[in-house]
Protein backbone atom coordinates (compact mmCIF):
# COMPACT_ATOMS: atom_id res chain seq x y z
CA UNK A 1 0.00 0.00 0.00
CA UNK A 2 0.78 3.36 -0.74
CA UNK A 3 -0.58 6.02 1.19
CA UNK A 4 1.56 8.71 -0.48
CA UNK A 5 -0.98 8.19 -3.44
CA UNK A 6 -4.19 10.19 -1.45
CA UNK A 7 -5.26 13.17 -2.42
CA UNK A 8 -6.76 16.37 -0.27
CA UNK A 9 -10.27 14.67 -1.30
CA UNK A 10 -9.28 11.30 0.11
CA UNK A 11 -8.77 13.50 3.41
CA UNK A 12 -11.79 15.31 2.87
CA UNK A 13 -13.29 11.54 3.30
CA UNK A 14 -11.77 10.64 6.30
CA UNK A 15 -12.53 13.57 8.16
CA UNK A 16 -16.03 13.25 7.29
CA UNK A 17 -16.05 9.81 8.36
CA UNK A 18 -14.29 10.34 11.63
CA UNK A 19 -17.08 13.31 12.35
CA UNK A 20 -19.87 10.24 11.42
CA UNK A 21 -18.68 7.46 13.68
CA UNK A 22 -18.14 10.19 16.37
CA UNK A 23 -22.63 11.96 15.37
CA UNK A 24 -23.33 7.62 15.75
CA UNK A 25 -22.87 8.15 19.58
CA UNK A 26 -24.83 11.26 19.91
CA UNK A 27 -28.24 11.76 20.76
CA UNK A 28 -30.48 11.21 17.75
CA UNK A 29 -33.75 13.31 19.12
CA UNK A 30 -33.82 16.51 21.17
CA UNK A 31 -36.82 17.02 23.86
CA UNK A 32 -37.87 20.93 24.71
CA UNK A 33 -38.33 21.28 28.28
CA UNK A 34 -36.90 18.16 29.36
CA UNK A 35 -34.85 17.66 32.56
CA UNK A 36 -31.43 16.24 32.34
CA UNK A 37 -31.85 13.28 33.45
CA UNK A 38 -33.41 11.85 30.92
CA UNK A 39 -31.82 8.77 28.80
CA UNK A 40 -32.18 10.32 24.61
CA UNK A 41 -31.46 7.58 22.47
CA UNK A 42 -28.52 7.48 19.85
CA UNK A 43 -27.98 5.91 16.47
CA UNK A 44 -26.96 2.82 17.74
CA UNK A 45 -30.25 2.41 19.48
CA UNK A 46 -31.91 2.43 16.25
CA UNK A 47 -30.18 -0.89 13.79
CA UNK A 48 -31.97 0.98 10.58
CA UNK A 49 -30.53 4.34 11.08
CA UNK A 50 -27.44 3.40 12.35
CA UNK A 51 -26.53 1.09 9.54
CA UNK A 52 -28.48 2.66 6.43
CA UNK A 53 -26.84 6.34 7.57
CA UNK A 54 -23.42 6.03 9.50
CA UNK A 55 -22.37 2.71 9.12
CA UNK A 56 -23.05 2.86 5.20
CA UNK A 57 -21.10 6.33 5.12
CA UNK A 58 -18.18 4.70 7.05
CA UNK A 59 -17.73 1.49 4.98
CA UNK A 60 -18.08 3.73 1.87
CA UNK A 61 -15.27 6.26 3.16
CA UNK A 62 -12.81 3.05 3.89
CA UNK A 63 -13.42 1.63 0.26
CA UNK A 64 -12.33 4.57 -1.29
CA UNK A 65 -9.34 4.92 0.33
CA UNK A 66 -8.43 1.42 0.57
CA UNK A 67 -9.17 2.13 -3.72
CA UNK A 68 -6.98 4.35 -3.63
CA UNK A 69 -3.92 3.17 -1.48
CA UNK A 70 -3.86 -0.49 -3.34
CA UNK A 71 -1.56 -1.24 -6.23
CA UNK A 72 -4.22 -2.71 -8.15
CA UNK A 73 -7.99 -1.66 -9.10
CA UNK A 74 -9.94 -4.17 -7.59
CA UNK A 75 -13.85 -5.12 -8.23
CA UNK A 76 -16.67 -6.16 -6.23
CA UNK A 77 -19.94 -6.97 -8.17
CA UNK A 78 -18.37 -5.42 -11.37
CA UNK A 79 -17.46 -2.13 -9.60
CA UNK A 80 -14.98 -1.11 -8.53
CA UNK A 81 -13.52 -0.55 -4.91
CA UNK A 82 -13.51 3.32 -5.20
CA UNK A 83 -16.68 3.13 -7.26
CA UNK A 84 -18.93 0.94 -5.03
CA UNK A 85 -17.34 3.39 -2.09
CA UNK A 86 -18.88 6.56 -3.32
CA UNK A 87 -21.89 4.71 -3.63
CA UNK A 88 -22.55 4.36 -0.28
CA UNK A 89 -21.69 7.43 0.63
CA UNK A 90 -24.45 9.13 -1.75
CA UNK A 91 -26.91 6.38 0.06
CA UNK A 92 -26.17 7.72 3.05
CA UNK A 93 -26.21 11.04 2.23
CA UNK A 94 -29.78 10.63 0.82
CA UNK A 95 -30.95 8.23 4.09
CA UNK A 96 -29.50 11.17 6.80
CA UNK A 97 -31.35 13.38 4.57
CA UNK A 98 -34.48 12.02 4.81
CA UNK A 99 -33.99 10.53 8.89
CA UNK A 100 -33.78 14.27 9.95
CA UNK A 101 -37.00 15.39 8.47
CA UNK A 102 -39.00 12.19 9.65
CA UNK A 103 -37.15 12.63 13.04
CA UNK A 104 -40.65 13.66 14.79
CA UNK A 105 -42.47 11.17 13.36
CA UNK A 106 -40.89 8.57 16.47
CA UNK A 107 -43.19 10.22 18.87
CA UNK A 108 -46.12 11.79 18.72
CA UNK A 109 -45.11 14.76 20.72
CA UNK A 110 -44.56 18.32 19.67
CA UNK A 111 -41.65 19.12 21.75
CA UNK A 112 -39.19 16.00 19.90
CA UNK A 113 -36.74 17.30 17.60
CA UNK A 114 -33.69 16.19 15.73
CA UNK A 115 -30.97 15.39 18.25
CA UNK A 116 -27.63 16.92 18.15
CA UNK A 117 -26.28 13.17 16.44
CA UNK A 118 -28.84 13.43 13.51
CA UNK A 119 -27.56 16.79 12.56
CA UNK A 120 -24.25 15.92 12.65
CA UNK A 121 -24.49 12.69 11.12
CA UNK A 122 -26.33 14.62 8.36
CA UNK A 123 -23.55 16.93 7.91
CA UNK A 124 -21.09 14.59 8.15
CA UNK A 125 -22.77 12.59 5.04
CA UNK A 126 -23.07 15.60 3.22
CA UNK A 127 -19.67 16.65 3.13
CA UNK A 128 -18.42 12.45 2.57
CA UNK A 129 -20.69 12.49 -0.40
CA UNK A 130 -19.52 15.58 -1.99
CA UNK A 131 -15.91 14.89 -1.23
CA UNK A 132 -16.24 11.44 -2.61
CA UNK A 133 -18.07 12.50 -5.71
CA UNK A 134 -16.04 15.63 -6.57
CA UNK A 135 -12.41 14.65 -6.23
CA UNK A 136 -12.00 13.16 -9.29
CA UNK A 137 -13.71 16.45 -11.01
CA UNK A 138 -11.55 19.13 -8.51
CA UNK A 139 -8.21 19.95 -9.74
CA UNK A 140 -7.27 20.84 -6.03
CA UNK A 141 -8.92 17.62 -4.50
CA UNK A 142 -6.72 15.72 -6.70
CA UNK A 143 -3.80 17.45 -5.49
CA UNK A 144 -1.42 15.05 -3.11
CA UNK A 145 -2.39 14.79 0.38
CA UNK A 146 0.88 14.37 1.36
CA UNK A 147 4.11 16.18 -0.57
CA UNK A 148 6.59 13.56 -1.48
CA UNK A 149 10.47 14.37 -0.63
CA UNK A 150 12.64 15.18 -3.21
CA UNK A 151 14.88 12.19 -4.15
CA UNK A 152 18.59 12.65 -5.16
CA UNK A 153 19.59 12.57 -9.14
CA UNK A 154 20.14 8.89 -9.85
CA UNK A 155 23.36 7.77 -11.83
CA UNK A 156 22.75 6.37 -15.06
CA UNK A 157 22.57 2.48 -15.16
CA UNK A 158 25.93 0.96 -15.90
CA UNK A 159 28.04 4.42 -14.84
CA UNK A 160 31.27 3.77 -14.00
CA UNK A 161 33.36 6.63 -12.82
CA UNK A 162 35.64 7.84 -15.06
CA UNK A 163 39.09 6.51 -14.95
CA UNK A 164 42.12 6.51 -17.50
CA UNK A 165 44.27 8.87 -18.89
CA UNK A 166 43.25 12.55 -18.60
CA UNK A 167 41.26 12.15 -15.79
CA UNK A 168 42.64 12.85 -11.69
CA UNK A 169 44.42 10.99 -10.21
CA UNK A 170 46.26 9.78 -13.58
CA UNK A 171 49.75 10.78 -13.96
CA UNK A 172 50.09 13.17 -16.72
CA UNK A 173 53.41 13.55 -19.17
CA UNK A 174 54.76 16.95 -18.80
CA UNK A 175 58.51 18.70 -19.09
CA UNK A 176 61.50 16.41 -17.52
CA UNK A 177 59.73 13.16 -18.25
CA UNK A 178 60.83 11.27 -21.33
CA UNK A 179 60.16 8.26 -23.08
CA UNK A 180 61.17 4.61 -21.50
CA UNK A 181 65.23 4.44 -21.64
CA UNK A 182 65.71 8.79 -22.29
CA UNK A 183 67.31 10.58 -19.35
CA UNK A 184 65.49 12.72 -17.48
CA UNK A 185 66.23 16.71 -18.05
CA UNK A 186 69.53 17.04 -15.99
CA UNK A 187 70.72 13.59 -15.92
CA UNK A 188 73.55 11.99 -17.11
CA UNK A 189 73.14 9.35 -19.45
CA UNK A 190 74.60 6.16 -18.32
CA UNK A 191 78.92 5.55 -19.32
CA UNK A 192 79.27 4.41 -23.09
CA UNK A 193 75.87 5.82 -24.16
CA UNK A 194 75.06 8.39 -26.22
CA UNK A 195 72.16 10.74 -25.15
CA UNK A 196 69.21 10.76 -27.68
CA UNK A 197 68.60 13.47 -30.82
CA UNK A 198 65.26 15.04 -31.88
CA UNK A 199 63.47 12.83 -29.21
CA UNK A 200 64.45 9.79 -30.79
CA UNK A 201 64.22 6.36 -29.42
CA UNK A 202 66.92 4.61 -27.84
CA UNK A 203 68.15 1.66 -30.72
CA UNK A 204 66.39 3.66 -33.21
CA UNK A 205 62.95 2.90 -32.15
CA UNK A 206 60.42 5.84 -33.25
CA UNK A 207 58.78 6.79 -29.42
CA UNK A 208 55.21 5.92 -29.30
CA UNK A 209 52.55 8.22 -30.70
CA UNK A 210 49.12 8.64 -28.48
CA UNK A 211 46.49 7.42 -30.52
CA UNK A 212 43.71 9.12 -32.20
CA UNK A 213 40.83 10.59 -29.88
CA UNK A 214 38.13 8.05 -30.20
CA UNK A 215 34.23 9.68 -31.19
CA UNK A 216 32.49 10.27 -28.20
CA UNK A 217 29.22 8.52 -28.18
CA UNK A 218 26.05 10.46 -28.55
CA UNK A 219 24.60 11.37 -25.23
CA UNK A 220 22.51 8.54 -23.51
CA UNK A 221 19.13 8.77 -21.95
CA UNK A 222 20.02 9.56 -17.74
CA UNK A 223 17.30 7.81 -15.28
CA UNK A 224 15.06 10.57 -13.39
CA UNK A 225 12.63 10.48 -11.02
CA UNK A 226 9.40 11.97 -11.64
CA UNK A 227 6.30 12.89 -10.10
CA UNK A 228 2.54 12.85 -12.19
CA UNK A 229 0.07 15.80 -11.55
CA UNK A 230 -2.58 13.98 -11.72
CA UNK A 231 -3.53 9.96 -11.86
CA UNK A 232 -2.28 8.18 -15.16
CA UNK A 233 -2.74 5.18 -16.41
CA UNK A 234 0.78 2.83 -16.82
CA UNK A 235 0.49 0.56 -19.75
CA UNK A 236 2.60 -2.71 -20.36
CA UNK A 237 5.59 -2.78 -22.35
CA UNK A 238 4.03 -5.08 -24.95
CA UNK A 239 1.07 -2.69 -26.12
CA UNK A 240 -1.39 -3.62 -24.99
CA UNK A 241 -4.25 -1.70 -24.18
CA UNK A 242 -5.07 -2.78 -20.83
CA UNK A 243 -3.10 -0.39 -18.04
CA UNK A 244 -1.52 -2.52 -15.51
CA UNK A 245 -0.95 0.18 -13.12
CA UNK A 246 -1.90 3.95 -12.08
CA UNK A 247 0.58 6.11 -11.13
CA UNK A 248 -0.96 8.29 -8.62
CA UNK A 249 0.35 12.11 -7.68
CA UNK A 250 2.49 13.02 -4.60
CA UNK A 251 4.48 9.05 -5.66
CA UNK A 252 8.29 9.75 -7.63
CA UNK A 253 8.45 7.10 -10.15
CA UNK A 254 11.76 6.43 -11.82
CA UNK A 255 11.73 6.98 -15.95
CA UNK A 256 14.52 4.50 -17.01
CA UNK A 257 13.94 4.47 -21.11
CA UNK A 258 12.91 7.22 -23.66
CA UNK A 259 10.29 4.92 -25.60
CA UNK A 260 8.84 7.96 -28.45
CA UNK A 261 6.94 10.30 -26.74
CA UNK A 262 6.45 7.95 -23.76
CA UNK A 263 8.58 6.85 -20.95
CA UNK A 264 9.30 3.40 -19.82
CA UNK A 265 8.54 3.64 -15.57
CA UNK A 266 9.20 1.74 -12.85
CA UNK A 267 6.93 1.80 -10.42
CA UNK A 268 8.72 1.28 -6.24
CA UNK A 269 7.27 -2.55 -6.27
CA UNK A 270 9.77 -3.44 -9.24
CA UNK A 271 6.78 -3.22 -12.17
CA UNK A 272 7.67 -1.96 -15.51
CA UNK A 273 5.57 -0.13 -18.03
CA UNK A 274 4.87 2.76 -20.14
CA UNK A 275 3.87 6.07 -19.60
CA UNK A 276 2.13 7.68 -22.81
CA UNK A 277 0.97 10.60 -21.16
CA UNK A 278 3.91 12.49 -19.79
CA UNK A 279 2.38 16.38 -19.91
CA UNK A 280 2.95 18.22 -16.95
CA UNK A 281 5.03 15.74 -15.16
CA UNK A 282 7.80 17.32 -12.37
CA UNK A 283 10.90 16.27 -12.45
CA UNK A 284 12.72 15.46 -9.30
Do not use: C
Not at 85 to 104: P, R
Amino acid sequence: MNIRSLTRGDGVVIGAAVLLFIASFLATLSVDGASGDIDLPNAWDNLGLVMGVYVAGIIGAALIVLSRVLPQPRKVAGLELGQFGVALTVFSAWTAFWSILDATGVADDSRVSAGIGLILGLIAALVLAAAAVATPLVPALKAALISAPRPAAPQPYGGQPPTGYGYPGQQQPGAGYGYPGQPQQGQQPPYGQQPSQGGAHPHGQQPPQPAAATPQPAAEFAPFWFAVPVPRSLYGEDGAPTPIAELAPGTWYLAIEQRGPGLVVQTPDGRRGVLQDTTGIQRG
